[in-house]
């Protein structure tokens, strides 16, 4: 059998290598395929490399996430479809999985305290002596005869909190005789609440490493005492058991490297920020800031996609086998992630992107618009217990959990636009 090396271009346009595989022509009757190598959606269809340009980019392109089913060019007859990497996808019931929750929430507050009571718990004391420090070390650097103290960073931060209840389009508006707010007005001048914005810092600028090629640069590093610190006070507040995983944008549209575009966000240019959050509450638990880049993983703990390396590194600070519930959308969600975070005693649900079944064969849309609303197919992994399972409401949407299924179908409610009126449609639980 010989191979050959060959560059496709995707639709992004990025060039990528691929394997070709190519059988020799003389194989004897007695090495014919075998019946594993009939039923492998895989067999003798070329198999995609990825080059390095792809692999350190974070593109939600489909053409440049390797799949499994990426080159399928027949789809097996028999409903029992087998792949290369070992996975058995039946018609069948998943195994019942014992999802209680394990671990326990702290004793509730007998009283409620104040809003002050609840900011200290984040801004902390020793967070804003650092503030008052590194400000005024940055003010010595410069020359400047510019001070502050505790009082004035809490005065501040106050300000800042105000401007964002009564909005203007200009800082000076709140000092200005025609515009005056007395809230803030009267408590700092304009003159010092501006040179607090000059000075204000959070770290020694003379130790930054403005190197980027350096192996200690770190981009973030004039606001990483200010992240840890926040990070690690939300850390301290228990989590429940049902976690979700998704992006969010802190909004700026000034000059930065890191700033990025989400065009379906609502605040689409700023600062990306991936954070675990409570899935009731909406309480975040923990956070990472988006750096253009992979996250540092210790060694064995990557399974291979940059999205899905950031729902383990924020499922580390959860305890192991306590049973907790992991939810994500497409961009994060793989088989190989929600395998991961089962070896780890964390359940998992997500939707999941169509050229990610890998091997899976479903219903298509098509098929699944003839059988009417609600309608669905669904298949499950016999070595794993992996259910992936499309369900038509008014598109056909692929979902993967790893303890969860069809059962108990429920009836949801939706609207009927030629009946005029809203419908119950059946709906898996998944």
């Known amino acids: 059998m010989d191979a050959d090396l060959e560059i496709r271009v995707t639709r992004s346009g990025r060039r990528a290598r691929q394997l070709v595989i190519i059988p020799d022509a003389d194989i004897s009757e007695t090495e014919a395929e075998s019946e594993d190598d009939v039923d492998d959606p895989d067999y003798g269809t070329t ?8 692999e350190s980019d974070l593109s939600t392109d489909d053409d440049d996430i390797p799949s499994a089913n990426l080159f399928q060019t027949t789809e097996p007859t028999s409903s029992k479809s087998r792949n290369k990497n070992g996975r058995r996808w039946r018609s069948m019931n998943q195994a019942v999985v014992d999802t209680t929750w394990k671990d326990v929430l702290p004793d509730c507050p007998d009283e409620v305290g104040a809003p002050i009571s609840y900011f200290g718990q984040f801004f902390t004391p020793d967070m804003m002596q650092l503030i008052v420090e590194e400000t005024n070390r940055y ?6 005869r510019f001070r502050i103290n505790m009082q004035n960073l809490e005065t501040y931060v106050g300000i800042l909190l105000r401007m964002g209840i009564a909005h203007l389009q200009r800082y000076r508006m709140y000092w200005s005789s025609e515009l005056r707010y007395n809230a803030i007005a009267d408590y700092m001048s304009r003159n010092m609440f501006e040179d607090i914005g000059r000075f204000i810092h959070f ?7 403005t ?22 006070q939300c850390l301290l507040v228990a989590p429940k058991q049902r976690q979700s995983i998704d992006e969010q944008m802190f909004p700026f549209k000034g000059r930065n490297r890191l700033r990025q575009y989400l065009p379906n966000k609502p605040k689409r ?30 060694e064995g703990e ?6 899905a390396d950031f729902v383990i590194l924020l499922c580390k600070s959860l ?28 359940h998992s649900v997500g939707t999941l992107r169509a050229n990610r079944l890998r091997g899976c064969q479903l219903k298509s849309e098509k098929e699944l618009r003839k059988e009417g609303r609600g309608s669905y197919d669904c298949k499950v992994d016999a070595n794993s217990g992996l259910c992936i399972l499309r369900w038509f409401d008014n598109r056909a ?6 303890h969860v299924a069809v059962e108990p179908l429920k009836m949801v409610e939706r609207w009927d636009n030629k009946a005029k009126k809203h419908v119950e449609v059946p709906c898996p639980q998944l």
């Open 47 to 54: 198999v995609p490399t990825v080059s390095q340009d792809d």
């Open 139 to 144: 003010a010595v650097q410069n020359e400047s």
């Open 203 to 209: 770290n020694d600028n003379s130790k930054v490493i």
């Open 211 to 232: 190197n980027r090629k350096d192996q200690n640069y770190d981009s973030l590093y004039k606001i990483r005492p200010l992240l840890e610190k926040l990070r690690q």
């Open 269 to 298: 240019w700023g600062f990306k920020v991936i954070a675990r959050c409570c899935s009731r509450t909406g309480f975040t638990h923990d956070f990472t800031l988006y750096e253009g880049k992979a996250p540092e993983l210790a």
């Open 302 to 307: 990557s399974v291979g996609y940059q999205p």
């Open 319 to 346: 305890s192991q086998q306590r049973n907790y519930i992991i939810y994500f959308d497409n961009w994060f969600n793989f088989p190989e992630l929600q395998l991961r975070l089962k070896q780890y005693g964390f």
């Open 397 to 402: 949407v692929q979902s993967s959990s790893s």
